[in-house]
């Protein structure tokens, strides 16, 4: 403990019972530096309590979560129960080409599936990949090929919890019979189905509602949505199942794995108090907006024709009107900074111009937690190792702007460097980060 933080909690003791623990309004916090963004978890609330009941549980569902492999035994504690309610986990070393890693688990710890690739199922060595689900996320042992948790490289992975109205697993055998239905658990519209072969080699069959049943995306590739009636018997899923084919999706004998995105942007209430989720298209031309009813936290989006399948989300960095990074899910590639494709607003998202030729885009959102506000502080940076400014940024002012100790100019503007202040941590962009 330093000597401030030792005067602090000095102080806190002599101001009785009802003074607040140092530990959680002070921290001295020394990281490295990335040329990524990362989460500095110190503990300390900035942003107050979850504004709702509702948004709580949108917190309990979904994670975006980054973090510095060891290659060794390493917990990712995200809040997420996967123990109790199971989800998926989706992994990607973010500074150089290595696979996207999806565990889920239906089909246990074990057993990693590639966004990137067509490759069956891998599984992988006792100790090394996803070593449990936990209460409170995953635990990770030693890398396997670089996609987990290689030493000193920076990760982005994201948590789904199995729940109405956002997400569910199904696993099933096929059997080689058109027309077949499978039952899911969502009780609302599917916003986006994408089913995997895992006993042999296949490509990633994706169903999007605002194309329907006739048509089919392939999650690896970089293909354009097309006709055909072997994935889905050209039939919409319902509130309570999917209809699969004779072929990609339902060969006999093969086994598979279908996870299940719902579409309910007004949530079961109908006036968008408690919608999580949304999937739908939007037409780009010189830029295109996208009116959810809420902010989004997260965004996979891809042009209908031929491009890639882009991740943008808060914990690679979203930014208000500039680009933030991106991950693609069809290519083992590391993440792209400053090509993001996505500025989020309060209702939605907008596309700036210049990214897409003109086209239809889809696209799933999930909604952003929202919070009180009742806590708030300073955050104040400097690089220990090199001649920089001192940058001081508080909650009062917005995380994008900053004032420089040791200099009388006026505050500045700059969504990379501090991009948000969070309940136990805040997110740092590139910039000051020695």
Request: aromatic share 12%.
């Amino acid at each position: 403990m330093s000597k401030l933080a030792k005067s602090l909690a000095a102080a806190a003791g002599n101001a009785g019972a009802d003074a607040p623990n140092v530990e959680d309004v002070f921290s001295t916090y020394l990281y490295g530096g990335t040329a990524y963004s990362q989460d500095i978890k110190n503990g300390i609330n900035l942003v107050g309590e979850p504004a709702t009941e509702f948004d709580q549980t949108m917190i309990d569902s979904f994670s975006s979560t980054t973090y510095t492999g060891n290659h060794s035994n390493k917990t990712i504690q995200n809040g997420i129960d996967l123990a109790a309610d199971g989800g998926m986990v989706w992994i990607k070393r973010r500074n150089s080409s290595s696979a996207h890693g999806i565990f889920d688990t239906e089909r246990g710890y074990s057993g990693m599936l590639q966004s990137n690739g067509s490759d069956p199922q891998d599984n992988f060595p006792a100790g090394k990949g996803v070593t449990s689900f936990n209460s409170d996320g995953f635990s990770l042992g030693q890398s396997y090929f670089g996609s987990t948790n290689d030493i000193t490289h920076p990760y982005a992975s994201w948590t789904f919890k199995k729940k109405a109205r956002f997400f569910d697993i199904v696993t099933y055998t096929g059997n080689g019979t058109a027309g077949r239905t499978i039952a899911h658990n969502l009780g609302c519209e599917v916003g986006m189905l994408i089913v995997k072969v895992t006993s042999t080699a296949g490509g990633w069959q994706v169903l999007h509602r605002s194309l329907g049943g006739t048509k089919y995306g392939v999650l690896d590739t970089t293909a354009a949505f097309a006709s055909s009636i072997n994935q889905w018997n050209n039939t919409d899923p319902t509130s309570t199942e999917f209809t699969v084919g004779n072929y990609d999706t339902n060969e006999s004998g093969r086994t598979y794995v279908a996870y299940v995105f719902a579409h309910d942007p007004l949530g079961a209430a109908g006036d968008g108090s408690d919608g999580m989720i949304a999937c739908g298209k939007v037409a780009y031309s010189s830029g295109a907006t996208v009116n959810l009813g809420w902010e989004p936290q997260y965004v996979l989006i891809k042009d209908e024709s031929t491009g890639s399948w882009n991740i943008c989300d808060d914990a690679l960095g979203m930014y208000e009107s500039t680009r933030g990074s991106r991950i693609d899910a069809d290519t083992m590639g590391s993440e792209f900074p400053t090509y993001g494709v996505i500025y989020p607003t309060s209702t939605g998202f907008t596309v700036p111009s210049g990214i897409y030729n003109p086209t239809n885009l889809i696209y799933m959102a999930i909604r952003k937690p929202q919070y009180d506000g009742t806590s708030g502080g300073m955050t104040w940076i400097k690089c220990r190792d090199n001649t920089n400014y001192h940058a001081l940024f508080d909650t009062e002012r917005g995380a994008s702007n900053l004032l420089y100790s040791n200099t009388t100019s006026s505050q500045s503007t700059d969504e990379f460097q501090l991009n948000s202040f969070n309940a136990d941590w805040f997110l740092m962009w590139k910039r000051y980060q020695h």
